[in-house]
């Protein structure tokens, strides 16, 4: 299966998986006009979106009109007033469902609005874990989640404290957001940290999402990450493609 990434910032979020006769949309921060190119439509199985801000939801009305189902938290379809008959609520935390041959199961992310993550297992992919917008990887409780048996990783890398001070200092971020960037999105260390909870001896791959283009470097940060994991990593940008080899 092929992972395309329309696009991972606050600029806009959106990705997709293709496989052979099987795709699905994941957030819809990238226009449905231009998601729609890069993928044969008649294969598309659905849509998922982990909450409301516009980098993740902004056009979702126009996959819901798109004719597959769409899978949001329930405050998402509110603020983008787009229910339609193609719109579902997602499920409560480890809830799952199927799309198709894809099976999904929610697990819960810490940002500032409802969020979740996704683990999505399909005969031809494994199972993918997709994390992105929350501060760290843990139960609603808090408590640290623990996950195995993952083949691929979408997780967040949104800044370093490094990068975040420096810019700071030179006043391209702002003091007062300092607090709210901590709280809500991962930082390297963290996703590190993160990575090495996991079993990696079955994961192929870790994609990289959500770089700040203030707050963090994508060379520093992708060369952390593989020095500390040791695997193939990636960091998503729009037109970034990665064939999905799982290791079975
Ligand atoms: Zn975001
Ligand atoms: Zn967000």
């Known amino acids: 299966m092929k992972l395309k990434v329309l696009g991972s910032s606050s600029d806009g979020n959106g990705y997709i998986l293709e496989g052979e006769r099987d795709a699905l949309f994941l957030e819809a921060g990238v226009s449905f006009r231009t998601a729609r190119q890069r993928v044969d439509l008649d294969k ?20 819901a009109n798109g004719g597959f189902p769409c899978v949001a938290p329930a405050e998402v379809w509110e603020a983008r007033a787009a229910f339609t008959a193609n719109s579902y609520n997602t499920p409560a935390p480890f809830g799952s ?4 041959d894809f099976n999904v199961m929610v697990i819960p992310a810490h940002h500032d609005v409802p969020t979740v993550g996704y683990i999505i297992s399909h005969p031809e992919l494994g199972r993918l874990l997709f994390l992105t917008d929350s501060r760290v990887m843990a139960t609603e409780e808090g408590s640290p989640l623990v996950i195995n048996g993952i083949n691929h990783v979408m997780i967040e890398c949104n800044y370093s404290f490094e990068h975040l001070e ?3 200092l030179e006043g391209r971020t702002q003091l007062f957001q300092k607090e709210r960037i901590m709280r809500t999105h991962m930082e390297v260390g963290t996703t590190i940290d993160t990575l090495l909870s996991m079993n ?3 994961v192929s791959e870790v994609i990289l999402l959500h770089l700040s283009s203030n707050n963090n470097k994508e060379e520093y940060c992708r060369e952390r990450v593989v020095k500390s994991i040791g695997k193939e990593v990636y960091v998503a940008q729009p037109g970034l493609e990665v064939e999905l080899i799982t290791i079975r």
């Not at 598309?44 to 996959?63: A, E, F, N, P």
């Open 44 to 63: 598309v199985r659905g849509l998922l979106v982990t909450h409301q801000h516009t980098d993740h939801s902004k056009y979702i009305k126009d996959y």
């Open 97 to 100: 469902f199927d799309l198709g």
């Open 200 to 202: 990696l001896s079955t």
């Open 166 to 168: 420096q810019a700071i």
